[in-house]
């Protein structure tokens, strides 16, 4: 709710608006050749262009947000034009395609800057970044409260500051700020930061919106004196701001003597509340000292007035020492009793939530509250989407660069979607990749944009998002399936390094493999160095292991040896040939394992339970690996390192074979917080550390708890085991079966496109029922080739799809819909 004296002064802005933009609206985007372009440039004049080729499909969104910046822009003197350019041109702007994916910013001749196209999403963004650039010299952008404080000090006594805070730049706050200060630079001096270290480091707890504050500097002239601060408290619109600014400069505190219903200031103008100090003779000096101490606190929010009773014609009650009076037309004044400063600036912040409640309700009915994400991951993206992330480390493929690129040299290939969430996290994770490869990989990071790129991205078999594929000369792309983080994917690329399965060739190699020195810059990548042992006649055998090795490639180093003399090896290891040699660096072991009637997906099988830990520490990324055991898991709860006599009585009963029937693992809450959590389920409150417990999430989401009263021995532990397998023992809670769904309903786009096509007009309606019979058509169709398609699936399962054997677990979780 405004006041209608504010209406009126919005009416006139707009008014003024309308005719600015009535003298450009004839003017929409102008369309030159490169020729014609660089001629209409005038000296000082700025111009934005940008180049494309004529008749372009992928620029026709870039262009209509282009379009409608081009009013905005005349309006500070800033000309638009799209620039056709043509196939012969060569020149700089319009020679190579990346130089195509760019708008420039010139002053005259003069290039000022390049903006990437992907940073000038919409119209805000165009005027801001625009803004910014040609107001460089205006508006600093700082980082640190170190830089804020040097400039607060430097401009004591001469200037006052306008420092703001916007979550990113090119968002409308960051516009309004830059149109704000395109008309107040020469008054004030303008400042802006994206950190939110610097805005906490201020006092400001609220770092999800954009703040203005003004820093009253000139008036102060003691140097060891801090300036002023007064904060906006409106969203940060060029409106508001232009308010805003409109009150810092109008008296702090103003004398009247006349009826105060017929007082006109500009903060009445301006939509803003008026508060009246009564004052007399007697007390004059004291009702100053008041009237100014509400002044400042009231800055931006009231105008304050000291109204003299003694000179005053009009009847104000005897008893009343404040006079409201709101903005709007018609009201009365009100006359209060008010003995405290802190009254007053509540009686004005009341009136201001008063009006607010009717505007928030009418938005809370139309918007949802964008602070709730319907996931975590798209949580986590919409929090840290401020982090600035150096993509040029990265080489950006399109349909035209993939297969140049892919074919000149070993890449990998990033595919994902900028709109989706778990894309843009994999994409931060995938950045801080080429920062830890940056100058010691041979390896090229590339990636492609599918929303821009979905043909290219169907021709390479993408069907989801994101997807990593390495391509190397001369062989199939390999595609990456382990967990979506930076150390993972590191490992990786690592492990690519090497063809594996590896030919050994002699014994004393076999020997340095094993010892782990003939990869020892690879080894901390790979827990297990895996050995096949095989006579020279075992072709079958060696051709599972080799397939073996082909599938695991990336997730562990394996090795291949077939030579005459293989019975050194076998005697030295007590291994029967066809045979596996595991060799573990952390515990300096090597163990042998049969191979005989094993295929290859037996050797997989294998080869992946090898490389489980014994008693590993579960995390949110591995827990899904052990849940696939389908066993139920013994979980030692540890707030920090683990006990040693407790691992020491596990790691026992491991090795003596008691434990074969559960998954033995620990869990650091140092380390994994949401184990409180996961804690507090079971017992409500927080236990006593450590806590053994026993869940069976695969048979009924039984907790079991190991007596807090007795020490976790060897003795104990299996004692209390049997009375389990007995049934002697009570569950401290049943996990329920719930659901696991996001706090937010998720949006059904069909429906609403069917709701929306119900409205169009009923000649469409014959168009509509025929496209729904052919969609039941296609789907009957589908579902007959679904049932001719199922040999195809068996088949697949047997070449194993690696992603299963880390999905498993995961599925199997959600189809007990159980909660850890």
């Not at 009375?723 to 059904?748: C, F, N, Q, V």
């Amino acid at each position: 709710m405004m006041s209608s004296s504010f209406n009126k002064f919005r009416v006139g802005i707009s008014f003024v608006m309308m005719s600015i933009f009535y003298k450009s609206a004839v003017d929409s985007l102008s369309e030159l050749s490169p020729q014609k372009y660089f001629s209409t440039l005038q000296p000082g004049k700025a111009s934005l262009a940008y180049f494309c080729q004529a008749d372009s499909p992928r620029t026709s969104i870039f262009l209509e947000e282009l379009n409608e910046a081009v009013k905005p822009l005349q309006d500070y003197g800033i000309s638009v034009a799209k620039v056709n350019c043509v196939k012969e041109e060569t020149s700089r702007y319009c020679g190579k395609e990346k130089d195509l994916m760019k708008a420039y910013l010139f002053r005259g001749n003069i290039l000022l800057r390049e903006f990437p196209t992907d940073t000038l999403f919409d119209v805000n963004a165009i005027v801001a970044h625009v803004l910014f650039a040609l107001l460089f010299n205006e508006v600093k952008y700082i980082t640190t409260l170190e830089d804020l404080q040097n400039i607060e000090n430097a401009l004591k006594g001469k200037a006052n500051i306008a420092f703001s805070y916007v979550r990113a730049i090119g968002t409308p706050e960051h516009r309004a700020v830059m149109e704000a200060a395109f008309v107040y630079g020469t008054t004030y001096k303008f400042f802006l930061t994206t950190e939110t270290a610097l805005l906490e480091s201020i006092g400001t707890e609220d770092i999800e919106n954009a703040h203005l504050y003004f820093f009253h500097c000139k008036q102060v002239l003691d140097l060891t004196e801090q300036c002023r601060r007064t904060l906006m408290e409106w969203p940060l619109t060029t409106l508001n701001i232009h308010r805003f600014i409109k009150t810092m400069e109008a008296p702090l505190v103003t004398e009247v003597a006349e009826d105060p219903q017929q007082v006109s200031t500009a903060h009445l103008q301006l939509g803003l509340p008026l508060v009246f100090i009564v004052s007399q003779q007697a007390t004059y000096e004291a009702d100053r000292r008041t009237a100014e101490w509400a002044a400042w606190r009231l800055l931006g929010k009231a105008g304050v007035l000291l109204l003299l009773r003694d000179s005053l014609e009009a009847d104000i009650p005897q008893h009343a020492n404040v006079v409201f009076r709101r903005a709007e037309e018609g009201v009365p004044v009100e006359f209060l009793v008010l003995h405290d400063v802190d009254l007053i600036i509540s009686r004005v912040e009341s009136n201001m939530h008063d009006e607010e409640i009717q505007e928030d309700e009418d938005e809370d009915m139309e918007s949802p509250d964008m602070d709730i994400q319907d996931d975590e991951v798209a949580e986590t993206v919409y929090r840290d989407r401020k982090r600035r992330l150096p993509l040029e480390l990265t080489v950006e493929l399109t349909e035209e660069t993939f297969n140049e690129t892919v074919v000149a040299s070993d890449s990998i290939v990033l595919f994902y979607a900028g709109w989706q969430a778990v894309s843009m996290a994999f994409l931060q994770s995938y950045i801080d990749l080429a920062i830890k490869l940056k100058g010691t990989s041979t390896m090229l990071l590339t990636r492609v944009n599918c929303a821009d790129w979905s043909d290219l991205c169907a021709k390479q078999n993408v069907t989801e998002f994101p997807v990593v594929k390495m391509y190397k000369e001369g062989k199939n792309p390999v595609s990456y399936t382990g967990m979506l983080g930076t150390e993972d994917l590191l490992k990786f690329i690592q492990l690519n390094r090497i063809s594996c399965p590896v030919n050994i060739t002699s014994v004393q190699e076999a020997e340095e493999y094993l010892s782990g020195e003939l990869y020892k810059d690879l080894i901390s990548y790979s827990s297990v160095l895996v050995l096949g042992l095989f006579s020279p006649n075992m072709t079958t055998a060696k051709e599972d292991f080799t397939e073996a090795g082909n599938y695991l490639k990336g997730c562990v180093i394996t090795g291949i040896y077939s030579e005459e003399d293989v019975l050194i090896l076998s005697n030295k290891y007590a291994a029967t040939l066809p045979a596996l040699l595991l060799a573990r660096h952390k515990e300096g072991k090597i163990e042998s394992i049969p191979l005989a009637n094993s295929h290859a997906q037996d050797i997989v099988q294998i080869i992946t339970n090898a490389l489980l830990e014994t008693f590993p520490e579960i995390t949110v990324e591995n827990l899904p690996i052990y849940l696939r055991l389908q066993k139920p898991l013994l979980i030692l709860f540890s707030d920090g390192s683990i006990n040693p006599q407790c691992k020491k009585a596990i790691l026992t009963l491991v090795k003596e074979k008691h434990l074969d029937s559960l998954t033995p693992c620990w869990l650091n809450l140092k380390n994994t917080p949401v184990g409180r959590g996961i804690l507090q389920a079971y017992f409500n409150t927080l236990p006593p550390l450590p806590l053994l417990v026993v869940v069976s999430l695969h048979s009924g989401g039984q907790v079991f708890a190991f007596p807090s009263d007795q020490a976790i021995t060897e003795q104990n532990l299996l004692l209390w085991l049997k009375k389990l397998e007995a049934g002697l023992e009570s569950h401290i809670t049943i996990l329920p079966a719930g659901e696991w769904k996001p706090p937010l309903p998720a949006y059904d786009f069909l429906s609403m496109m069917d709701a929306a096509g119900s409205q169009q007009p009923t000649r469409r309606e014959a168009l509509c029922t025929k496209e729904m019979d052919a969609q039941e058509n296609d789907k009957k169709h589908e579902d007959k080739s679904a049932s001719r398609k199922e040999p195809i699936e068996t088949l697949r399962i047997k070449h194993w799809n690696r992603s299963n054997w880390f999905k498993e677990g995961e599925k199997s979780f959600r189809h007990d819909n159980k909660e850890l």
